[in-house]
């Protein structure tokens, strides 16, 4: 009789041995691995750089000037990045026409979006 419950005892401390190194098992399964977090991030920061623009040039700093002083005077100031470059390229001289610009102040204008638009 004793001996059934000091078995029956060991039997129950044996389970709960097993289902704690299940348990860690799991966690240690759900647990992203330290290689994949590092890579996440790096991706992260890849992304981050690729997408910073560089310091503007004198010529594109007067452009952000020019820009911002003329191309809202018809129609509300245009947000670069919300036209592709192809449509720049189509709509930019005409509007620089329209804005009285000279080849200099154009040229300006011109080399700020196209900073803007990471080119
Ligand atoms: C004298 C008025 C005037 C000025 C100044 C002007 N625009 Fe416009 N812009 C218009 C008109 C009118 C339209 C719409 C009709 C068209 O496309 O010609 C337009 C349309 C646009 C569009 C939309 C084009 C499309 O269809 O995708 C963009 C972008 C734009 N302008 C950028 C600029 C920029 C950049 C400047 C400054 C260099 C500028 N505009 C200055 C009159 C002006």
């Known amino acids: ?31 992203p691995k330290t290689a994949e977090i590092v890579e996440e991030v790096k991706k992260v920061e890849e992304v981050k750089v690729s997408t910073m623009l560089r310091p503007g040039t004198d010529a594109e700093m007067a452009g ?34 329209k804005s009285k610009l000279d080849e200099a102040q154009g040229a300006n204008v011109t080399a700020y979006v196209n900073w803007q638009l990471g080119l």
């Open 1 to 31: 009789m004793e001996s059934q419950r000091l078995q029956l005892k060991k039997l129950i401390s044996m389970k709960k041995v097993f289902i704690a190194f299940a348990a860690l098992g799991f966690f240690a399964a759900c647990q």
């Open 64 to 97: 952000m000037a020019l820009y911002t002083n003329n191309c809202g005077k018809c129609h509300d100031l245009p947000v670069i990045s919300e036209h592709s470059i192809e449509r720049w390229n189509k709509v930019l001289p005409p509007m620089i026409k």
